[in-house]
Nanobody, 123 residues
């Protein structure tokens, strides 16, 4: 199986930017579709963005469109989430997840997950 590790979270003021990284090991990352999800206190885990194995197709939840960009570098076994113009409502633990067989917005359809990285946006 593939192992995933997220990094790049932190504390920023509203309007600031962060770049999250998801690094994979164990299997070539180019064989997997990847999604970013987040979970805020008291909230269900929410789909944020996804990218197909080739990098040619992407999708975002409406609340982050125009602010977040998902990308991948399969040669580095890495997927990134560039987050610009951050808002306090973006505060959450962010997770990357991988699926070899599907390209979904549902967390339960991703079998492989990282440990999460905290993003906190102050007002």
């Amino acid at each position: 199986q593939v192992q995933l590790v997220e990094s790049g979270g932190g504390l920023v003021q509203a309007g600031g930017s962060l770049r999250l990284s998801c690094l994979a090991s164990g299997r070539p990352f180019g064989n997997y579709n990847v999604g970013w999800f987040r979970q805020a206190p008291g909230k269900e885990r929410e789909f944020v963005a996804r990218i197909i194995w080739s990098g040619g197709g992407t999708d975002y939840v409406d609340s982050v469109k125009g602010r977040f960009t998902i990308s991948r570098d399969n040669a580095k076994n890495a997927v990134y989430l560039q987050m610009n113009n951050l808002k306090p409502e973006d505060t959450a633990v962010y997770y990357c997840a991988a699926s070899r067989t599907g390209w979904s917005t549902r967390p339960d359809e991703y079998p492989y997950w990282g440990q999460g990285t905290q993003v906190t946006v102050s007002s």
